[in-house]
């Protein structure tokens, strides 16, 4: 079993910056994908960002060039750092536990075995 905790998330003007982490407890996830998404209310779970144990990374399209994810394996946790944020981008934000591979899977929320609650995130226009 793996714990996720997620911390940083808060309300924020447009153009704004927030720092998002989130902790893992329970074993270590140094060998796996973790990954970031959020979920407007009345929409889908949404792919933000992931992050291989290699170092590999991938984004949305919507987040590429403002968002950054970063991990620290000696501390078992992920970041996700969120430059000139916009009001579309409010929304919980939850990181979990990836596939052991990279590839298409990455991007499916279905392919993560591990949630964390959430850290909500809202920017004002």
């Known amino acids: 079993q793996v714990q996720l905790v997620e911390s940083g998330g808060g309300l924020v003007q447009a153009g704004g910056s927030l720092r998002l982490s989130c902790a893992a407890s329970?074993?270590?996830?140094?060998?796996?994908?973790m990954g970031w998404f959020r979920q407007a209310p009345g929409k889908e779970r949404e792919f933000v960002a992931a992050?291989?144990?290699?170092?590999?990374?991938a984004y949305a399209d919507s987040v590429k060039g403002r968002f950054t994810i970063s991990r620290d394996n000696a501390k078992n946790t992920v970041y996700l750092q969120m430059n000139s944020l916009k009001p579309e981008d409010t929304a919980p934000y939850y990181c979990?536990?990836?596939?052991?591979?990279?590839?298409?899977?990455?991007?499916?929320?279905?392919?993560?075995?591990?949630w964390g609650q959430g850290t909500q995130v809202t920017v004002s226009s």
């Open positions: 979990a536990v990836g596939p052991t591979t990279w590839g298409p899977r990455i991007f499916m929320p279905t392919e993560y075995d591990y």
């Open positions: 329970g074993r270590t996830v140094s060998n796996y994908a």
């Open positions: 992050i291989r144990w290699s170092l590999n990374t």
